[in-house]
């Protein structure tokens, strides 16, 4: 099993530009959450899906973020337009489906918007 | 929604020792709570959890306990090793209608000294 996937495992940018970040999870898991994670701020949960459906997006910070998830096996974050204090480490996790909580997380993308 | 305070935010302790995080829920109808680990530059994984219907968990040197009338649980980790060093959240989940969303505390970083 790979395990949740993500990509870019690193991105730079400059503010004003557009970011995708990109998640695969594991096969057969029917949730995917997408986090932020900032010393000041913590683990914060910004959207999940299950089956692919968006079910709560109350943690997205703005309209500039948005995600998708066009089936079952990847998800994209957008951030359009980026800025600096977007930086942060997003993680991508999965769980098996509604019943079966633990999740498990991707390697996480850091984003640093200059 | 749920609401989980975790505690210590740090915790220094010598190697060999016994190191405690305690956290509380808000969310009464929440059962299921997971511990992750998380070291510096890794993603957050999974150590172990438990559900309303214990009282306790031990895996080796982790235990986890759950008092479910004042609605708070606590990590146990006995004869701390160096590689025990890394930052500790706790979460909840109300299990089967919430998709399988957990709501983590803040945080705890566990600095073990050899």
């Known amino acids: 099993d790979a395990g949740v996937i993500q990509s870019p495992r690193h991105e730079v940018t400059e503010m004003g530009q557009e970011v995708t970040l990109r998640c695969k999870p594991i096969s057969g898991h029917n949730s995917l959450f997408w986090y932020r994670q900032t010393m000041m701020r913590g683990l914060e949960l910004l959207i999940y899906f299950n089956n692919n459906v968006p079910i709560d997006d109350s943690g997205m910070p703005e309209d500039r973020f948005s995600a998708k998830m066009p089936n079952a096996s990847f998800s994209t974050l957008k951030i359009q337009p980026s800025e600096p204090r977007d930086s942060a480490v997003y993680f991508c996790?999965?769980?098996?489906?509604?019943?079966?909580?633990?999740?498990?997380f991707g390697p996480g993308t850091r984003l640093l918007v200059l | 929604g749920e609401n989980v305070e975790q505690h210590p935010s740090t915790l220094s302790v010598q190697e060999g020792d016994s190191a405690v995080i305690k956290c509380t829920y808000s969310?009464?109808?929440?059962?299921?709570f997971p511990w992750y680990k998380q070291e510096l530059g890794k993603r957050p994984q999974l150590i172990i959890d438990i559900r309303s219907n214990v009282g306790e968990k031990k895996d080796q040197r982790i235990a986890v306990t759950l008092n479910k009338t004042a609605k708070h649980f606590s990590l146990h980790i006995t004869e701390t090793q160096p590689e025990d060093s890394a930052v500790y959240f706790c979460?909840?989940?109300?299990?089967?209608?919430?998709?399988?969303?957990?709501?983590f505390g803040q945080g705890t970083i566990l600095t073990v000294h050899p």
């Open positions: 969310d009464s109808a929440s059962n299921y």
């Open positions: 996790a999965s769980s098996l489906s509604a019943a079966q909580e633990t999740q498990y």
């Open positions: 979460a909840a989940s109300e299990s089967g209608t919430s998709y399988g969303k957990l709501t």
